[in-house]
């Protein structure tokens, strides 16, 4: 049995805002960008990583869910609450340079952690961490 990551969800609140960071910073791909059911799919990857998708998505896209639940979400939201992602990179230090010029919100330079990584890390424009990390061993 094969089981393979296809898709992630990173939860933005402005899509407009969140492209122009994963696509014109971070040079993601975008693979979809589509209206469905008064919703906005989109979907952005890594060249290097054609078959895995992050879905950039509300903070709670069910549609079933309460004005109370949206509003709880999108305040954790604001304040950097859920879960972000890391993303590995062949070179940390090229990373951080990167997205600090195009003015990356940082929130760790880069470092080497006690396991086996050089990481950095910075928030997007919603608020969520992303970690970018190389392996010492490479």
Known sequence: MDIRLSQCFIAVDDHDEALAFYRDVLGLEVRNDVGFEGMRWVTVGSPSQPDVEIVLEPPLADPNASPADRQAMAELLAK???????????????????????????????????????????????????RFAQRRDR
């Open 80 to 130: 950097g609450m859920l879960r972000g992602v890391i993303f590995s990179t062949d070179d940390c230090d090229a990373t951080f340079e990167r997205i600090s010029a195009a003015g990356g919100e940082v929130l760790q330079e880069p470092v080497d952690q006690p396991y086996g990584v050089r990481d950095c890390a910075f928030r997007d424009p919603a608020g969520n961490m992303l």
